[in-house]
Structures are given as C-alpha cells and as structure tokens.
C-alpha cells in the first residue's frame, strides 16, 4: 500500500486549528448520512489483497536478491524503531496456512504481488532467473486455482531490484522500461496460463513521491521538484509498454486483462462556493491521481497540472518545465493501454487555493498551490493520516467515471489500520469503516460507475513501510513476537464474510445482526487467542494490564495528594 501522505502534517493541523475559527464555515455541511440497503451485480468480485515485501519475510532464502526496501530497511534510522520486513508474517513459508484464511474469508479473489529480485535477482533477465522463486509464485497459484479464488497479480508493489538502483539509478533512468519489461513478460510466459488479471504497477504516485521526492521510502531520495516527474515519467512509459507486449504477444493465448492500479484520496473544496477553492480541489485530485490516468486514457498530462509545473518552472528561470513531455507519438503509444483501472483509496482532505512564493522552495507539493486540510470531526481510528471519509470515496469514483469514460474499474486497495497498542481483535473501528465505504461504493454503482470488484486492505497485519509494524490493516491479527507468526481473525472478518455472502447490505435488521454477531465473537475468538498459545497471550496481558495499573496508580495517587495538599491550605 500505503499511501498518499501529507508532505506536512503539522501545516495540515495549523491550518485545521486556524479555521476552526472561522466560524462561518460549517464543518458537518458534508455530512450525508443515509445508508443504502441493497445488493451488488450479479458476479461482483469481492477479494483482498497484500504484498510481497510487506508480507512474505524470507528476504535473502532460495537465491532472491536483494529490493531497494532490503537495502533501505536495513539502514538504522529509516524505519519506525528500525524495523525491517526481513521475516514479517513469514508468508513465504505459509501459503497453506493464509489459502486456508482465503477459503475461510469465502473469497472471489486474492491479490498479491511478484518480487521481481525474488524471481530475477539482479532485475536483469539475462543475468539469471532463480527457479526457486518461480517455483514459490507457482505453488501460490496452483493453490489459488485449485481453491476457485482468482489471482490478481501486481508486478510491481515497490521492491525493485537493488542492482537496478545502485548500477542504472532505479526508475530514474529511462533503462528501467525494458528491465521491466522483460521481467514482466517472464511472469506472463511462467504465469500467464492461470493468471488473468495483472496489475503492472501499484500505486505510483508513492513510488514516485516517496521514493524520490521526499524520500520517506525506498530508495531515499530527495530530489524535490524534478525527481517525483521524472521517476512517474518512466513508469508511465514502462506501463504502457508492458500492456503492448501483453496485448500483442500473450492476449490471444491468454485471455487476461491487465491494469494499473492508482491510488488517490478526494479533495473536496473547502467552500464550494468559492471557485478558486473548487479549482484547487480539482487540481489535487488531477496532481495525484490524473497524473497517472490522464495519459493513460486520455494522451497526456492533465491540463492544469502542465500549466502550473510549466508556470513555476519559468518562474524558476528554467530553460524547460520540470514535468517532463509525450511526444505526440508517446502519446498515442499510451493512450488506452488499460483494460480495467485498479482504484486504492484511503482517505479524504479538504482542499483550499494557497499560493506558495517560488522563494519558498520549490517542490511537487508547492507546484500545486494548495493547502489539505482535515476536519476535526472526522474519526482517525489509527493512521494519523487516515480519517473515516466515507463520501469522498463514492466522489472519487465519480470522478473518475467522468474524467476517463467510465473504464471499468476494480478497486485494489481500501481499508484502515490501527495503532500497534490496540492488541484487542474487537476491531469495531473496521467494521465501521468497512461498511461505510463499502456503502459508498455501492452508491456509486447506482450512479453508473463500473465497478466490478472489491479489494479490502488487507488479509493481514504486515510491515507497513516507514511505519513498521506500528500500523496494522490486517483483518487478520499476526503476533510478530512469536517466531510461527500465528493469525487470529479480527472481528472485521466474521463481518466482512457477511458482506460477501449476501453480496452487499440485504436490509437493516440483518446488517445490524451481523455487526452484533461480529462483535459478539469477539469473546470467542479471545477465548480461542487464551487457548492456543497461552504464553503470548499472558505476554500480551500482561503488556496492557501492567502499564494500565500503573497509570492508574499514578494517577489516583496524584489526585490523593492534590486532596491533601488542598485541605492543608
Ligand atoms: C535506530 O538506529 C539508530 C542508529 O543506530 C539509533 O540511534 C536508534 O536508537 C535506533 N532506534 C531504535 C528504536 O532502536
Ligand atoms: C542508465 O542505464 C544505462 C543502461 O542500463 C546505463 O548505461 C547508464 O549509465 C544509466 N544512466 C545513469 C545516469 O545511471
């Protein structure tokens, strides 16, 4: 996953704090809360997904290379408390125990990704290809198929290559189009036979933006203003070029789609009676998501996002624009290489007009003159920048049936985590979640938005990137201190499970039924948690029950002595 993160948190909450003052502007305006019972299309696809460094651990087993993210990862200082993804749910050695999960959940399809260095371990084709990682890909498959759950496979969910980075500059440099390339056509001559829906990128606007911007993630780099185009530049090439060789050598034989999958909050204006605000919010969404789709399905950068990169460049004295260009023949090369759009979507922001002085730096962020804001009223069940905006998701898929002829659309990602301390499986915050968006969605559909599937973020608690294991998304629990990696399902699953069996929300008096039987089982599953491993789970009592007493102790012998101190006065 993750996710588009505010470059500036803090900016985010001065601004929220100032605006709170601002007593003409009503928060709660957006507040739309009728809930719609009803049902899916016929054959809507319900999955969920993860991805290969965030789960499968066995960085350096059977002859895999070594990822940007190996390499990162183990550079202290990096990651929350250092952590790395070197073992994480140790899904590598446990395909049978997480199909189990997947037949459980009751599934249509699971999505995962590829490690390139995995089954490639320099990137490089003609180096070599290590068997026992097609081997593991094969066997991850075959139990798929044999278990009726389709496979939607991402070619690239972050871990590129090491080799790649240090030797060619990773995806700064226009080379890695075929590295990708034939590496992607490997997984279609080995896969291809069972796998039809692939996804050629996850998310690149974090790629590019955290990777090569501001460097939050793998590989580092903090190249403002110029690295983020330029990295997105060659993975739209890239993308492109991996759909023309699927289309032209593998469609016939195969039959299978393939996709990219974009991940984008909304940006909603701030006063929608304000144009420069409505321009603003459009243009985030064009910055983040349009960025992407918009050469995809319509030939070239979005409009707006050429004319501001084009303006502050100039500003800047530069000879030429800091976003790259499509030559006319580029363009036609790459418009309409998109068989579905994968959606991943988080959250929500309000969007206002700022304008940002080239003297104060120039960046991605800054070339977009604007400012996100949240509301204080919106629920941040763990993430702090994922808040429950249920509507922006049914907007966001509105958008995107207008602006790129209504494609087909699969959402890959879409799910909320908690905070590590919360150890409890009652994850009701989930629930809510879950069932709001999904919700949304279903509104959407009624709009006409051609969505055909549904992805929840994700099977299993993992290695979230720079956050560690602090955030967890997992519908199932993983106890990292225990070396087996045991799953416990969350109450999340009973009700995901409900969703999926009637295919959406059959009426009120059931859907209330499944959020109490859901959390009913809590205490089973609890009780299933005591019963298994007894020792993690004293361990896990004793981590919560003891620091609480304390807090306790501490604080009711300070309000003894304020007792005291106040009687003798
Ligand atoms: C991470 O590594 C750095 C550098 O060695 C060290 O200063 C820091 O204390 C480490 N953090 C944790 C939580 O171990
Ligand atoms: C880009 O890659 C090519 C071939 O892979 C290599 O020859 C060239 O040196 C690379 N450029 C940079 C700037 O690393």
């Excluded at 997984?187 to 069972?194: H, N, V």
């Excluded at 919010?281 to 960025?291: C, I, K, Q, S, T």
């Excluded at 003159?369 to 509507?391: F, K, M, Q």
Aim: glycine share 8%; charged share 25%.
């Amino acid at each position: 996953m993750l996710q588009p993160r505010v470059l500036s948190l803090c900016h985010v909450l001065v601004l929220v704090l100032c605006l709170c003052k601002a007593e003409d502007f009503q928060w709660t305006k957006n507040k739309h809360g009728s809930f719609y019972y009803g049902t899916f299309p016929a054959g809507f696809s319900w999955g969920v997904g993860s991805s290969a460094y965030q789960t499968e651990g066995a960085w350096d087993k059977d002859g895999k290379g070594l990822s940007i993210w190996d390499t990162f990862t183990h550079k202290k200082g990096k990651v929350h408390r250092n952590e790395t993804g070197d073992s994480s749910c140790e899904g590598y050695y446990k395909v049978k125990d997480d199909i189990g999960l997947l037949k459980d959940l009751k599934v249509n399809h699971y999505r995962f990704s590829i490690s390139w260095p995995r089954i490639m371990p320099t990137g490089i084709k003609s180096d070599y290809v290590n068997e026992k990682g097609i081997e593991y890909y094969n066997d991850l498959i075959n139990s798929l198929v044999a278990s009726k759950i389709t496979p939607i496979v991402t070619l690239y969910h972050w871990d590129l290559p090491q080799v790649l980075q240090e030797k060619h500059d990773g995806w700064q440099n226009i080379s890695m189009v075929n590295y990708f390339s034939d590496y992607a056509n490997l997984c279609f001559e080995k896969f291809g036979d069972r796998v039809k829906y692939w996804v050629t990128f996850d998310n690149p606007w974090s790629i590019a933006v955290e990777g090569y911007e501001t460097g939050e993630h793998a590989p580092g780099l903090k190249l403002k203003g110029t690295g983020a185009y330029k990295v997105a530049h060659h993975i739209i090439k890239a993308h492109s070029k991996v759909w023309h060789t699927y289309d032209n050598q593998w469609r016939n034989k195969q039959n299978g789609l393939i996709g990219i999958s974009l991940t984008s909050n909304w940006g909603e204006p701030v006063d929608i009676t304000n144009q420069k605000d409505t321009e603003a919010a459009e243009r985030y969404v064009h910055f983040e998501l349009g960025w992407f789709a918009n050469p995809i399905y319509n030939g070239d950068y979005p409009r707006v996002m050429k004319e501001y990169v084009d303006r502050k460049s100039a500003e800047q004295g530069l000879g030429k624009s800091r976003l790259p260009t499509f030559s006319s023949q580029e363009k036609s090369y790459i418009r309409g290489t998109c068989d579905f759009l994968g959606i991943g979507h988080f959250t929500s922001r309000y969007i206002t007009q700022k304008n940002f002085p080239i003297n104060r730096g120039i960046s991605y962020h800054t070339d977009r003159d604007l400012a996100e804001l949240v509301d204080p009223y919106w629920p941040d069940p763990g993430s702090e920048w994922l808040y429950a905006v249920p509507w922006g998701f049914r907007r966001l898929l509105n958008f995107v049936k207008t602006q790129y002829g209504n494609p087909r659309i699969y959402v890959t990602e879409n799910g909320v985590s908690e905070k590590q301390h919360c150890v409890e499986l009652c994850d009701e915050w989930r629930i809510q979640y879950l069932k709001d968006y999904i919700n949304e969605m279903m509104k959407a559909i009624k709009d006409g938005v051609n969505v055909k599937g549904y992805t929840a973020w994700s099977l299993l608690d993992k290695f979230e990137w720079d956050e560690g294991y602090s955030e967890r998304f997992g519908l199932y629990y993983v106890d990292f201190r225990n070396k087996n990696k045991p799953r416990y399902p969350k109450a999340s699953v009973q009700f995901y499970k409900k969703i999926i069996s009637s295919n959406g929300f059959p009426n009120q008096r059931e859907v209330e039924n499944w959020h109490r039987k859901s959390t009913e089982a809590c205490s089973t599953t609890n009780q299933l948690l005591a019963a298994d491993p007894l020792i993690t789970h004293m361990e896990m009592v004793t981590e919560i029950v003891v620091p609480t007493v304390c807090t306790l102790c501490i604080l009711l012998s300070a309000i003894l002595l304020m007792f005291l101190l106040r009687r003798q006065n």
